[in-house]
C-alpha cells in the first residue's frame, strides 16, 4: 500500500478515537458490550481533527520547576502529588502494586516517588512490576505519550544488543507479571502509545516483537501497542506540544516484513479493552477476550481471540488471531501485492484447512483498494474461515446478521456449502449468542467463551459479561435461571469402532453424535444426510444448485441421535461421502467416510506365474508375473519395490509404487553395472486388501555395460541420462555418493523430503512429486552419473511451490540452489545459508528483504511477491556472492553474467533480477555447453503478485565460465520448518555427456 493511502487510514481512525466517554472504565466497558459501536461520519472527523489542531495555543509542557500538569488538560486532565494519581473520576494511591509512568516526569519537581517512572524499562529495572492478584492487581498507570520499547534509532540488528540493554535478542521487553493490569490515562487509547520500529531483515535477524508477556490474568485498557516498521506513527497529541518535541514519525520501511506484538509470549485469562493492535505481518496479539479494540494486520497472527465491538483493518489474504467476532466492523484494505492478477479477492482467518469461527452481528467493508482497483474496479471479494486449501467440508460454524458492503453474506458458502450455519431470527441457538431484553442487545459471554461460571480466574471476565441483563430475560422468558447460558454451540459425529471404509456386503458403520459437553439446554432431534464428495471443488458442487449432491449409494438407518450407514456402491471404484447430523436446535455436525464397492480376496499368483525378473534387451528390467482372476475393471494395484544388490546382499532402494500403480518396470542405470536386480510385491487388486504374503525376487544374473540403453545426445555423444517425474522416487536418506543413484539427504540423518500424493495445499495443490520437508530446514538432492569425466550438460527441472503469492520460502534470506557440474553435497551437516554443493555452478532463487532488492534495483515493496535470481560458482562450498544484507550474509553474485527478459532483451542486469515465476508450475532450463552456462525460468502461472512491481515474467541468464570434467547435477533447499514453505519437485531431466567412462 502506498504510503499516502496508508496515513489517511490510520489518521482518521486515530481521529475517530477522540471523542471517549468519561465514565469509569469497569462502567464504560459493561455498557459498551451490551451496546452497538456507531460510525464517525466524515464531518465528525473533520470536527474532531480541527478541535485538535486549534489546542496548539494551549501549550501544556511547563518548565522544570512546575508543579505536575497533564498532557492533555481538557477533560483528561491527569493530577499527580508524588503520591496520588487522579483522573476523571477515579483516585490511586501509589504502592507496590499501584505504579505510574509519564515520560515528561523530568520536567516537574514534585515527583520524586519510589512508585513513578518516565518508561516501564525504568520501572523494570527498578524492580516495580511484580505479580499481583484477581483481586490486587499489578496496575501500571500511564500518561499519554509514545514509549519507545525499544529504541528505534539505534543502528544494532537484534538480536544483537548494545552494551547495557540486556533484554533479549527479538523481543523489546520481557515482563512476567500475574495479574497485571495496563492503564491508559485517556480515553483516547491512541494517545498511550508502546512501540517500536523493527521487523525480519528490518533492523533485526528475525521476527521481532514488542513484547514477550508472561501473565496469568493480563489486562489493559485505553492503550496502543503498534510495530511501527511499516506503518505511520501519527500521535494524536502532538499538537499539544513543542515542534521540536512532537512524537509522530514515519514508518522505516515501505516494503512489508514481519514484525510482531506478542510472540513467544504466554498469557491466560486476558482482556484487552479499548486498546489498539498495529502492525502488519505476523501481528501476533495475545490470545484474549477483546472489547472496543482496533486491529491493523496482514500475514498470520495467531490466536484463536474473541472480539466485541471492535474495529479490524486487513491487509492481507490472512488473519488468524480471531475466531469469534461481535458487533465488528472488518475491513478488506489488501496490499496491491495482494490483489495484482487475480479478479476475484480472497480473505480468511485460521491458518489452516480446518478453521471455524462465529460471526454475530459483523459486517465486512471492500476498503478503497478494491473497490477502486486500478485493474480490475470493484473487485468482488470471498470470504472463508479457512485459509488454505483445498478447505475441510466437516468444520462447522455458525454466523447470525452478516453482511458484506450491507448485503446478506455467507462466509465460506462459496467454497464448502453448508460449513456455515446461518442461524435464524428468534432460534434458541441464537440466544447461546445473542439476547435481546427491554429494547437492549447483550452478548452471552459466559457462553461465547464457554465457561461454566465465573469462579476462580474466570471472575476476570465477570464484569463484561451482563449476567443480571440475562438472567432478566431468562426469567421474563420463563426459563430457568443459566439455561441461555448453557445451550449448546458445537456438536461431534463420530464413528464408533474403527474408520476402515464402508464396504457393500459388509455389516454398517454406526455413527453417533452429541452435544457439547455440560450443555443441553434446548437440544431436540436429530436428523441425518450422506452427500457425495470430491477434493476437486469443481466435481463436488453441483453448478445448478451450488450444493453437493445427495450420495445415492449409501442406506441410512436413524436411531435417536445414531445412525447406521451400509453401502450399496458397485463396481469397482470408492467415493467419499460427507455424512452431516444436524439438531433442532440448530447446531450440525459432520464427518468424511469412505464407502467402497465389494471386496475380494487379494490377488494369488498362478502356478506358472510366480514373479521372475526378465533383463530385456531395451534396457529396462520387467518382473513378470500372472494373477489367477482377472476381468475388465479389475485393476492390478500391487506394491513393487525394486533394488540394487551387491554381493554380500546389501540392497538399496530404487524405484516405488505409488498412485496405485505397480511398478513393474525399471530402466537399467549405469549405476547397476556389477549389481543384481531385486523386486519385492506385494500383491494387491483395487478392490482387495494388500496381500499378507510378500513375495521377492532376486535376479541371478549380474547387470553388465551391454544391458544399459547406450543414449546419445543429438550430436552423437555419449551421454548420461536421467529422468523422472519422482512419483517412484524413494524418500529414504541415501547420504552415500554412488554412480548411478540418487543422493537424498539433509546433512542430519535424515533425508530431507516427504512424498506428496498432490493433495498438498495452496501453490502446491494438485502436483505428486518429491516435497521439500526437512525438519532442520535442509533438503538435498544429488545425481552422480557413471563415469570418470564429463562435458557438456543439460537440465530441466520443474517445480510446485506452496507458496501462491511468489516470495516462495519462510522469511528472507532463504534460498534455492539448483546445480549443475557438481562433485555432490557434503555428507556432514551443512550451515543454513550455505550451499549443497563443495564445487561447480548453480542457479539460485533467494528470497530477499526490500533493502538488498533495492540494491538490485528493483522496487522492494514487493518482498512477499518475487524472488531474486542469479547464477553463482561453488568452490569449496561457498557461492560466489558479494553483497552482504544488514545480518552480513551474501547475495546476489560475483560471477560475471548478464540476464534479461527474452521479451524485452535490450535491458540488461548483471547482479540478480527480481522474478514473478517462482509459482506452480515452474520450469528452469540450465545447461553448461562449451563453457556457455545458461538458464532459462518460466512459469505457466498467469496470475501473479509480482506484476505490480514490474518483476519479470520470464528471465534468460548468461554467464562464460570454465569448464570442469564434473557431472553431478541436484538441489540444495534452505527455508523454514512447515509445509507451507515447501516446494514439491515434479519433473527432472538431465543430459550428461560422458568423455571418460
Known sequence: MKAPLLSAVMLSMLLAACGGSGKSSSNSTSSTVSSAVQSTSSSSVMSISSSVESSSSKESSSSSTGAYVSLDNGE????????????????????????????????????????????????????????????????????????????????????????????????????????????????????????????????????????????????????????????????????????????????????????????????SNAIAINTAFISRLNLSPFNALYINCHVESSGHSGGGSTYINSTLYFYNTNFSGGTQFYNSDIYLEPLSVNTSGITTYEQGFGDSTSTSGRAIDTRFHRGSTLLNHPVTPDMPAGISWATRTPKSPTTRSYQYNVTLDGKPYIIQDHFTPGASVVIPDNSELLKAYRIENDGQIYYNLQNILG???????????????????ISSAELKQGVADGYYRTIPRTASLNRVGSNTPIRTGEAAATFNTSAETGRTAGLGEWTFAAYDYNSDHTLAIDPVTKKYRSATYVNLQMTGNSVDVTSTLTGYEEKTILLVAKNTLG???????????????????????????????????????????????????????????????????????????????????????????????????????????????????????????????TNGKKVSRVETNFNNMPIDPQPQIIPGTWTRTNGQGGSGWVWADGSTTQGAAGFPGLQTGSPDRQSRLHYQPAGNKFGDVTLTVKLAPNKSAGQGFGSAPDFLDIYIKSDGVRNDAIVRGEPGAVNGYALRFQRLAAPEIGELGFDGGGAVAGLA?????????????????????????TLPQVMWNPENPSVKYNHGVMVSAYLSELTVELSLVNGKLVANISSTKEARSGDAFNYLRQVHLEADVQMSDLGGVGMYYSSSTGSDNSTVLTYWKANISITED
Do not use: C
Open 76 to 267: 483528561e486532565v491527569i493530577s499527580f502529588d508524588g503520591t496520588k494519581v487522579t483522573w476523571k473520576d477515579k483516585e490511586w494511591t501509589l504502592d507496590q502494586y499501584t505504579i505510574f509512568i509519564d515520560y515528561r516526569l523530568d520536567e516537574f519537581q514534585n515527583v520524586n516517588s519510589p512508585y513513578a517512572f518516565k518508561s516501564l524499562q525504568d520501572a523494570k529495572a527498578a524492580g516495580a512490576i511484580i505479580s499481583g492478584t484477581i483481586d490486587k492487581r499489578m496496575t501500571v498507570l500511564i500518561a499519554p505519550g509514545v514509549y519507545w520499547i525499544d529504541d528505534p534509532d539505534d543502528g544494532f540488528i537484534r538480536p544483537d544488543r548494545p552494551e547495557g540493554n540486556h533484554e533479549e535478542g527479538l523481543y523489546g521487553m520481557t515482563i512476567t507479571s500475574d495479574w497485571l493490569y495496563l492503564l491508559g490515562l485517556n480515553s483516547n487509547k491512541f494517545n498511550v502509545t508502546f512501540a517500536a520500529a523493527r521487523g525480519q531483515q528490518q533492523g533485526a535477524d528475525g521476527n521481532f516483537n514488542l513484547f514477550r508477556i508472561n501473565s496469568i490474568g493480563f489486562m489493559t485498557e485505553n492503550v496502543t501497542f503498534g510495530n511501527y516498521v511499516n506503518v505511520d506513527l501519527h500521535f494524536p497529541l502532538d499538537a499539544r506540544l513543542p515542534e521540536d518535541k512532537r512524537l509522530s514519525r514515519s514508518k522505516r520501511f515501505d516494503a512489508i516484513s514481519q514484525a510482531q506484538l506478542f510472540g513467544g509470549s504466554t498469557v
Open 451 to 469: 465457561l461454566n461460571d465465573f469462579n476462580g480466574n474466570n471472575a476476570i471476565y465477570l464484569p463484561y459479561a451482563n449476567v443480571p441483563a
Open 587 to 713: 447446531i450440525e455436525a459432520a464427518i468424511l467416510a469412505t464407502i467402497q464397492p465389494k471386496y475380494i480376496d487379494p490377488p494369488v499368483f498362478t502356478s506358472e506365474g510366480e514373479p521372475e525378473i526378465i533383463i530385456g534387451t531395451n534396457g529396462k528390467a520387467r518382473l513378470e508375473y500372472a494373477f489367477q482372476i482377472a476381468g475388465t475393471g479389475l485393476l492390478d494395484t500391487s506394491i513393487i519395490t525394486w533394488y540394487r544388490v551387491d554381493a554380500q546382499g546389501n540392497a538399496i532402494p530404487l524405484i516405488v509404487s505409488r498412485l496405485n500403480k505397480p511398478e513393474q518396470e525399471y530402466t537399467i542405470s549405469e549405476g547397476d553395472i556389477g549389481y543384481y536386480l531385486m523386486a519385492e510385491i506385494t500383491p494387491k487388486y483395487n478392490v482387495s486388501e494388500l496381500s499378507t504374503v510378500k513375495t521377492t525376487f532376486k535376479s541371478t544374473y549380474l547387470i553388465t555395460r551391454n544391458d544399459v540403453e547406450t543414449r546419445t545426445d
Open 869 to 893: 535470481v542469479y547464477l553463482v560458482e561453488i568452490k569449496d562450498g561457498k557461492a560466489s556472492a558479494v553483497r552482504y544484507d544488514s545480518s552480513n550474509r551474501p547475495f546476489g553474485s
